[in-house]
């Protein structure tokens, strides 16, 4: 029913939108035979809220899939590389945290796991506002990093890998069964910040989903029990996301992109050094400003790989 409504407003937005623009093509034409200069610049300044229209109706059709509304949970995980590769996914959070700023989401730290020198060996924020998913589903697979290392004495240049998984939130509306014999969980002290009484209990809580060998984790609470019922959720979300990749036949090679977070796998190239660059593999949009896109700048990429994969499905 929902979907149903938004397509019902996306036809009436399209038409709405045609008419506009045919009006102001007549005034035009209009314009341009009586050689009205003031005119013409007024009704080429009025064209810009037109396209911003145009923009924002297009963004819309491209958000329209059965999970886009909710909120996502986005996963980092440290590849090759070692210290370096922990510092990349440090890095890629903060990316993404900031990106979710941008957007006015609220972002929600789930789980960390700290890397041995610096950075990180996984983490996941859970990002909550309109379109989460829709806008992230996309960033999921590997990331590559050029860069001169600060961790290296002798400066030399260095490559790192990180994943990025997104799923949806689930809500209460979809059902997922998960049997109690299909998991196994454990606890375990968190190992991120938390303060003394967080990391001198069994408070985390890792669990594992046996048929498929998916696992999720949560350490954010003070609470075994809210860390556990956070834990479902994620897994809720995972499946979910794997039964919505089934329907789209991908899940294949979904599996295929996770299963080595290395050279050959990545689906965007950053570069600090020697030059600033970053280069996305699949729709070949490039922006000279890295700093910038690490800084949470990726609305490009984002719409770029949304009307790839809209283009790639027909619709």
């Known amino acids: 029913m929902q979907q149903r409504v938004r397509l019902e407003e996306a036809i009436k937005g399209a038409r709405d939108l045609e008419q506009a623009l045919a009006d102001h093509i007549e005034l035009v034409t209009l314009a341009e035979s009586e050689g009205d200069e003031e005119l013409l610049g007024q009704l080429t300044q009025e064209l810009e809220p037109l396209q911003a229209t145009a923009r924002q109706r297009r963004l819309a059709t491209l958000?329209?899939?059965e999970a886009d509304e909710n909120d996502c949970y986005l996963s980092v995980n440290a590849g090759a590389g070692g210290t370096e590769a922990q510092d990349w996914?440090?890095?890629?959070?903060?990316?993404?945290?900031r990106w979710g700023?941008?957007?006015s989401y609220k972002t929600e730290l789930l789980d960390e796991s700290p890397g041995e020198e610096a950075g990180l060996?996984?983490?996941?924020?859970?990002?909550?506002?309109?379109?989460?998913y829709g806008w992230l589903k996309t960033e999921t697979g590997v990331h590559r990093l050029?860069?001169?290392?600060?961790?290296?004495?002798?400066?030399?240049r260095h490559t790192s890998f990180a994943s990025v998984t997104v799923t949806p939130v689930v809500d209460d509306t979809i059902e997922i069964e998960i049997l109690d014999k299909d998991l196994r969980i454990d606890t375990y002290r968190a190992s991120g910040a938390g303060g003394q009484h967080v990391n001198r209990t069994d408070s985390a809580v890792r669990m594992t989903h046996l048929p498929t060998g998916i696992t999720v984790q949560c350490q954010n609470d003070r609470s075994q029990h809210r860390n556990r019922a956070q834990a479902m959720d994620m897994l809720r979300a995972r499946l979910y996301e794997l039964e919505l990749k089934q329907r789209e036949d991908a899940?294949?090679?979904?599996?295929?992109?996770?299963?080595d977070i290395a050279w050959g796998n990545q689906i965007r190239s950053y570069v600090l050094q020697p030059y600033q660059m970053v280069k996305d593999l699949r729709t070949s949009i490039e922006v000279g400003n890295a700093t910038g896109v690490l800084d949470g700048n990726i609305?490009?990429?984002?719409?770029?790989?949304?009307a790839a994969r809209a283009g790639e499905s027909g619709s």
């Open 63 to 65: 958000l329209n899939g």
């Open 89 to 97: 996914a440090m890095i890629l959070l903060r990316m993404y945290s």
């Open 101 to 103: 700023e941008t957007q």
């Open 121 to 132: 060996k996984s983490a996941t924020l859970r990002l909550s506002g309109s379109r989460a």
């Open 146 to 156: 050029v860069r001169i290392s600060p961790f290296d004495s002798q400066s030399r």
């Open 251 to 259: 899940a294949q090679a979904q599996a295929n992109a996770r299963s």
């Open 299 to 306: 609305g490009v990429f984002l719409e770029g790989a949304l």
